[in-house]
């Protein structure tokens, strides 16, 4: 009990009689520009993209993706001015539709033409006699 403090044994707290502020001051001599969203890009973009993939989904089919691949390149050169964000995501579709173009024209040389062409000689129509 002796390690407790009596009421007596407290020291009397220190009185404080003065404050001092000092004043700060902010001066503003220029301004930050605002702060932009990101851009999302154009649409063009979007689109080409789209139909890049959507030409590379299709190509193995007879070659029914060389149509969109040719128009996805065509989108995709015109919307590669636009922003960066645009750029991007036009040189990706860009990309995808010229593989889409390379893979649906082997699959129409190499296999769509000869099945054709294997049902015009069964019908007489290629190589009569």
């Known amino acids: 009990m002796s390690d ?3 009421p007596s044994d407290r020291e009397t707290p220190e009185v404080i009689t003065e404050v001092s502020v000092s004043e700060i001051s902010v001066e503003r ?11 999302a890009g154009s ?19 007879f070659g029914v993706g060389i149509v969109p691949a040719i128009v996805g390149i065509i ?17 990706i579709g860009v990309g995808l539709s010229y593989v889409a ?3 649906g024209t082997a ?20 190589l009569s006699d």
Do not use: C, M
């Open 4 to 6: 407790q403090l009596q």
């Open 29 to 39: 001599t220029g301004s930050l520009p605002a702060r932009s969203e990101p851009k």
């Open 43 to 61: 649409t063009l973009s979007r689109v080409a993209l789209g139909v890049g993939v959507f030409s590379l989904l299709f190509a193995p089919v």
């Open 75 to 91: 989108l995709g050169h015109i919307a590669r001015r636009g922003e960066p964000v645009s750029r991007i995501r036009a040189t």
């Open 101 to 103: 173009l390379v893979i």
């Open 107 to 126: 699959v129409l040389v190499l296999v769509a033409l000869p099945i054709v062409l294997a049902f015009l000689v069964s019908t007489g129509y290629v």
